[in-house]
């Protein structure tokens, strides 16, 4: 008589350097390491890493050898394997349950996010500060602002300087600081920096169209004649401004340079065409297990940064409501108004139709063109 063949469980587990996405439909796999995806739709699948993911099964569960004959869980745990995604064990092969360090993520708001390093002082949270100038700011009492902050902060001074009283007061102190400090200006409001100022000053020079060619060769002149480093800033809002960039670009031979799209109001289809992402633009991004917990906590593009307008009103975004102001309010006490309620370091794609979408966490933050638009993506996928 055939001696019956004894059922082999395994435990199942999944690479720690691999991301999982799921929703009620669908589920992502998507290995951090050469940027290689698995995608299902099948529930048994959808099922298996609902269940791993259980914080108290730490990454490992028992697949039982019915289990792991169904067809969509074998085919499942094969291509993981061909993949190096994960891998099953014979239970026979182990005194007891394994464990597996899964980058498990549970923060459910902004205030753990903050408070998962609770003795920390506000300000090691501050990376860059941008200025807004214009004629009507008094630069000694900013200067006065800028002495109470600690040194290591970016700067960008942003607007025409030109058209500010007393304006080399400012970059004077701004000259005593080992801090990077950027002038972010139009073209056609472009000054010359040295040899008066020196320590660690470079210029970002925005292109809007169409070009005034008198006003675009002498501030090449003017930059040219410098030794700071140069990016240019092509704002472009169609077709014909992104080819005009190009050429400037190519004729130029301009090396550090953007292309910036700018939405008017009119030109969404250019938007669409240009900006929005396709479900092959998401995965073509190389992505780590840190930048999946960025996306999930933080705004990428805000966090870290305070605006401070010419009257003194400061914002995180300034879209959205000022947080104090730095005649009244000390550094600390606007950035914290952002820790406890602001709406900009902690907006991250957590609302419909992202909260539904297995890209969800591989996208990028939401940016200010959603906010323009009027759209809570910029997506061909949902």
């Known amino acids: 008589m055939k001696k019956k063949k004894k059922a082999t469980d395994y435990w199942f587990t999944i690479e720690p350097y691999?991301?999982?996405g799921l929703t009620k439909q669908c589920a992502l796999l998507y290995n951090t390491l050469d940027g290689v995806?698995?995608?299902?739709?099948?529930?048994?699948?959808?099922?298996?890493?609902?269940?791993?993911?259980?914080?108290?099964?730490?990454?490992?569960?028992?697949l039982t050898e019915e289990k792991y004959q169904n067809k969509h869980i074998n085919f499942f745990i094969s291509e993981l394997q061909k993949k190096y995604m994960g891998d099953i064990i014979d239970v026979a092969l182990s005194d007891?349950?394994?464990?597996?360090?899964?980058?498990?993520?549970n923060f459910s708001d902004k205030h753990e996010v903050y408070n998962f390093y609770p003795n920390t002082n506000v300000l090691e949270y501050l990376s860059e500060i941008s200025i807004y100038i214009d004629h009507t700011i008094n630069i000694t009492l900013f200067i006065s602002f800028l002495k109470s902050l600690p040194d290591g902060f970016t700067f960008n001074i942003i607007g025409n300087i030109e058209a500010v009283k007393n304006y080399r007061d400012l970059l004077s102190f701004l000259d005593q600081q080992s801090s990077l400090k950027n002038i972010i200006c139009s073209y056609t409001n472009v000054i010359a920096l040295q040899p008066a100022y020196m320590n660690n000053f470079a210029y970002t020079v925005s292109v809007h169209f169409p070009i005034d060619k008198q006003q675009w060769n002498d501030s090449r002149q003017i930059l040219l004649n410098q030794t700071l480093p140069i990016e240019y800033v092509f704002e472009v809002s169609s077709e014909e401004d992104y080819s005009q960039a190009e050429q400037l670009i190519d004729r130029f031979q301009i090396e550090k340079h953007q292309i910036k799209p700018i939405y008017n109001g009119i030109n969404l289809e250019f938007f669409e065409e240009n900006v929005f992402l396709s479900k092959e633009d998401i995965l073509s991004s190389s992505l780590s297990i840190k930048d999946f917990f960025a996306h999930r906590s933080i705004n990428i593009y805000n966090f870290g940064k305070i605006n401070i307008m010419p009257n003194g009103d400061a914002y995180a975004n300034i879209h959205y409501t000022a947080l104090g102001n730095i005649y009244t309010d000390n550094i600390s006490e606007i950035i914290h108004n952002e820790l406890e309620k602001g709406k900009s370091w902690f907006c991250i794609r957590n609302q419909a139709p992202c909260n539904n979408c297995i890209y969800q966490w591989l996208c990028p933050s939401p940016s200010d063109y959603e906010i323009a638009i009027g759209r809570p993506n910029l997506c061909h996928v949902k």
């Not at 007891?96 to 993520?105: A, I, S, V």
Request: a negative charge.
């Open 18 to 20: 691999v991301y999982v």
């Open 37 to 62: 995806t698995i995608e299902s739709d099948e529930s048994e699948v959808i099922e298996l890493l609902h269940e791993l993911l259980q914080k108290e099964n730490c990454g490992v569960v028992l």
């Open 96 to 105: 007891g349950k394994p464990f597996q360090l899964l980058p498990y993520f």
